[in-house]
């Protein structure tokens, strides 16, 4: 079943959970804020990977995978997760 997944999905699979597991190593407090915390971290990454596609930018790109601009808009997601107060 994994071995049917193309490697950017799973890359940035593996990337927000890190992102997401880190974030709430350093400010989270309940097992809600790790859920809310890989949501924001999700959909801040795939804005972001959006943002790399129409850009085009080729600055750190791993494949398919726009990794730069995917992990600003992970990290910008969740710092305005965080200035709303929902993490």
């Given at each position: 079943m994994l071995a049917d997944l193309p490697p950017a999905l799973l890359l940035g699979a593996l990337l927000c959970l890190v992102y997401g597991s880190l974030y709430h190593l350093w400010t989270g407090?309940?097992?809600r804020?790790?859920?809310i915390g890989l949501l924001m971290t999700t959909i801040g990454f795939g804005?972001?990977?959006l943002a790399g596609l129409f850009t085009q930018a080729t600055f750190l790109q791993i494949g398919q995978l726009h990794?730069?601009?995917a992990s600003l808009g992970a990290w910008l997601f969740l710092a305005v997760?965080?200035?709303v107060g929902q993490v």
């Open positions: 407090r309940t097992l804020d790790l859920g804005l972001g990977q990794v730069t601009e997760a965080r200035l």
